[in-house]
């Protein structure tokens, strides 16, 4: 994601400097992609990646959301442990 935060990247400059398959790759992108964090884009033989914002927004809420519930009950726990 390091790579994609500074704009569109083609999949195989992605997969370069990784220890996995191209197919690999692709499997991890496409599963970003269902989350709708990734979007890609295939012109003619080469398939571009590029952040989508509105996913990690999405995400972000998500988060925000359960934090505080995980956040009580580790305080909670802390309260017990203490007894």
């Not at 080469?46 to 989508?52: A, P």
């Not at 972000?60 to 505080?68: C, F, K, N, T, V």
């Amino acid at each position: 994601m390091d790579k994609l935060s500074k704009g569109p990247c083609s999949v195989s400059r992605l997969a370069a400097p990784l220890d996995i398959t191209l197919t690999a790759v692709v499997q991890h992108l496409q599963v970003l992609e269902e989350s709708g964090l990734v979007r890609t884009e295939k012109v003619g033989r080469v398939r571009t990646c590029r952040i989508e914002t509105a996913g990690f927004s999405a995400l972000e809420g998500w988060i925000r959301d359960r934090r505080s519930m995980w956040e009580r009950r580790l305080d909670r726990l802390g309260e017990l442990l203490d007894e």
